[in-house]
């Protein structure tokens, strides 16, 4: 398996038990949903372990304290329709103050190129560290585009969170985009002759909604 400078994959016993049970083809849609949620929240707390805190002077109930809080910029997440949305109910519960924009790309089945049809991101972007959600990194043509759209709206600091990647995704992500970091909770094998990730878990959205 390959390595890539732009790739960080969170080493935590829980993320590894979960994604095992959300590859499963048996696993329920409430029980995969759960799962993306949770996974997510999990890599988030790995991946924010860098940012940065400033003291702040407050009372408990029995004494004066000097306590800390996140500093700089402000946090936004930004799913890519459909399947991002499954990311952002788990990472809100641990940053609930975070903002939300949303991305509309779908993938052609047959040229294999995203296509966008929507784009709303809180204002201010060059202020805010934005994390762009997708949980499967595939060919690696919707979350480019996804960061190339954010970069022209005046985003700066940018990271990509998914679930399962594979490497021909985290590929175009370094050559077009080698600023972004990829996290992601496991690097595949390949992609097959359709453009899915294996052993990959499936179509994320479609096992997300039930649609499959």
Do not use: W
């Amino acid at each position: 398996m390959p390595s890539f400078p732009n790739l960080a994959i969170p080493d935590h016993p829980l993320i590894r038990h979960k994604l095992h049970v959300l590859r499963d083809k048996r696993t329920p849609v409430r029980d995969f949903r759960d799962l993306v949620s949770e996974i997510a929240m999990l890599m988030f707390y790995e991946v924010t372990k860098d940012l940065p805190t400033e003291p702040v002077e407050l009372d408990t109930p029995l004494e004066h304290m000097t306590g800390e809080k996140v500093a700089g910029k402000k946090l936004a997440l930004v799913p890519v329709l459909r399947a991002g949305l499954g990311m952002v109910d788990g990472i809100l519960r641990l940053v609930p103050a975070a903002r939300v924009g949303h991305i509309g790309m779908y993938r052609d089945h047959e040229t294999l190129e995203p296509v966008d049809y929507y784009f709303k991101v809180p204002s201010a972007q060059e202020q805010r560290d934005f994390f762009v959600l997708d949980p499967m990194l595939a060919t690696g043509g919707s979350a480019a585009a996804a960061c190339t759209t954010l970069k022209k709206a005046g985003a700066r600091s940018i990271r990509l969170l998914c679930i399962v990647a594979a490497p021909e995704g985290v590929q175009k992500m370094l050559d077009l985009h080698p600023d972004v970091p990829v996290y992601a909770a496991a690097l595949d094998r390949q992609l097959d002759a359709h453009g899915y990730i294996l052993p990959g878990l499936g179509d994320a959205g479609d096992r997300l909604f039930g649609t499959r």
